[in-house]
Nanobody, 121 residues
Framework: QLVEPGGGVVQPGGSLRLSCAAS????????IGWFRQAPGKEREGVSC????????YYVNSVKGRFTISRDNAQNTVYLQMNSLKPEDTAVYSC????????????????WGQGTQVTVSS
């Protein structure tokens, strides 16, 4: 099971940190992807950290603003989001699969319930 505390409402330019915590299994060797879905839009991959070699990926629209990291001791992956924009407003979900990252949502085995992030003045 994956749990994602950390969403909320923030003003443009603000910051939020999302967490993806696992229970029942160890995240160490799992790739963890963050996805988001805005109203009326397709779900898109935002970032991913590989479980096999630690490779990290970001969608172009968040590069330089978002940072994904892993804390194995806490069995948690974080998504630090800075310089937030209104277009970042979406439901953010984390997902896990063994090994490498993939942009294909269907290849992730575990999903969190999602958390709402709203960027608005």
């Amino acid at each position: 099971q994956l749990v994602e505390p950390g969403g909320g409402v923030v003003q443009p330019g603000g910051s939020l940190r999302l967490s993806c915590a696992a229970s029942g299994f160890t995240l160490n060797y799992y790739a963890i992807g963050w996805f988001r879905q805005a109203p009326g839009k397709e779900r898109e991959g935002v970032s991913c950290i590989s479980g096999s070699d630690g490779s990290i990926y970001y969608v172009n629209s968040v590069k330089g603003r978002f940072t994904i990291s892993r804390d194995n001791a806490q069995n948690t992956v974080y998504l630090q989001m800075n310089s937030l924009k209104p277009e970042d407003t979406a439901v953010y979900s984390c997902a896990a699969r063994w090994g490498f990252c993939t942009p294909h949502r269907s290849q992730y085995d575990y999903w969190g319930q999602g958390t709402q992030v709203t960027v608005s003045s």
